[in-house]
């Protein structure tokens, strides 16, 4: 019988914590915090001391439009306040909904506050919460406080004499070299993957890099192969976005071409969309009465967004044609319905004598 493994709890030490008010007005001024929400600050030892929540409710000043969106609002508040936050959890789905969570980066020479326990077990208590539902999302929770010094660079002595052990070989912090090189890869090495990371093993990574002068271990290329993972993600997300202006100028190119975008109702997200070709409601117009359906999965990570529906006709040799296209975040009976509509005003059939 095998045994699922226990996940160990986090250890943030037994020293106190840290919470600057100087982050609080921060978070509040760039709308992570509203100014009603109460964050704890009464027990420096507790775990929940610097924690902000209301249940179910947003302790941000608004909704934000993505992930992505949030992700970047809470960089800017690590980098004003002295720290560097990364991706802890995250799931997004089709309909731009999901959740994350955000934590604080151990870095090279973090000096905790709690001198016996090895840095290397410890884990800062900051935290922020994000949920997403059809592109609204907010923050549900977070938590302010640390249990570190911050504002970490190269250091080489403790800030007050033999009152925080550094480790033994005085390390520099990477992560401006790391994203130096990640952009290397991602403008020389991911155009030959078309795109995409899929097929970026980390072998052929650390290999590229090798050849550039750069030797990474293996966890930093999986670091580097996520932040590239992430930005194509949140590339994509907002490229539907413009799909409508598209749209507009393919059927200005193409007079008498029929498309349809709808999106959410109050107009922040894509819905679904068409688009028929003048050329294919001629060659429609001029073949049987009989339209084919078909779904085409998208391709890598584009197939987390959606699928693609394809309408056929059959000219009078017997050939399939494709004369339309639709995008939709999934292959069901209402989007074969609207698509099927959109298609016999294309064409202008009041009945179409077979479907298959």
């Known amino acids: 019988m095998s045994k699922s493994r226990a996940r160990n709890p986090p250890n943030y030490g037994s020293a106190r914590f840290s919470l600057d008010v ?23 030892t507790s775990s929940t001391y610097g924690l902000a929540y209301q249940l179910r409710e947003n302790i941000a000043n608004s909704i934000f439009s993505s992930q992505k ?35 604080c980066k151990a870095l090279n020479g973090m000096q905790y506050f709690d001198r016996t326990t090895p840095a290397a077990e410890l884990t800062c208590p900051f935290f922020v919460n994000v949920h997403g539902k059809s592109g609204k999302w907010k923050i549900t929770q977070a938590n302010f406080a640390h249990n570190h010094l911050k504002f970490v660079g190269s250091a080489k002595a403790p ?22 090189l990640t952009a290397i890869v991602e403008t020389e090495m991911l155009p030959a993957h078309d795109g995409s990371t899929a097929s970026m093993s980390g072998a052929a990574i650390k ?6 002068g750069a030797d990474v271990s293996a966890t930093t290329v999986s670091r580097m192969k996520q932040i590239i993972d992430d930005k194509i993600h949140g590339d994509l997300v907002e490229s539907y976005q413009k799909l409508k202006a598209y749209f507009e100028l393919m059927a200005h190119k193409n007079p008498g071409s029929v498309w349809r975008v709808e999106t959410t109702a109050d107009g922040s997200l894509f819905g679904r969309a068409c688009f028929i070709p003048n050329a294919g409601i ?24 959606g699928i693609y529906l394809v309408a056929t006709v059959k000219d009078y040799n017997n050939h399939i044609v494709p004369v339309g296209l639709a995008l939709v975040s999934q292959e069901d009976k209402d989007n074969w319905i609207w698509f099927l509509g959109a298609f016999k005003e294309a064409v202008g059939w009041k009945k179409v004598h077979n479907i298959v």
Not at 24 to 38: C, F, Y
């Open 22 to 44: 100087s982050d609080l007005e921060a978070a509040r001024e760039l709308g992570l915090l509203r100014d009603d929400v109460a964050v704890e600050s009464t027990n420096p």
């Open 69 to 103: 969106a949030v992700h970047s609002k809470c960089k800017d508040f690590a980098v004003r306040c002295g720290f560097q936050i990364f991706v802890k959890q995250t799931s997004v789905k089709a309909d731009n909904s999901g959740n994350a969570k955000f934590a």
């Open 159 to 180: 800030c007050v004499e033999g009152s925080i052990p550094l480790p033994a070989k005085p390390m520099r912090n990477t992560t401006q070299q790391t994203s130096k």
């Open 207 to 212: 290999n590229f890099l090798k050849s550039k």
């Open 282 to 305: 001629h060659i429609a117009q001029s073949c049987k009465t009989m339209v084919g359906f078909d779904d085409v999965h998208l391709k890598e990570e584009m197939h987390e967004q």
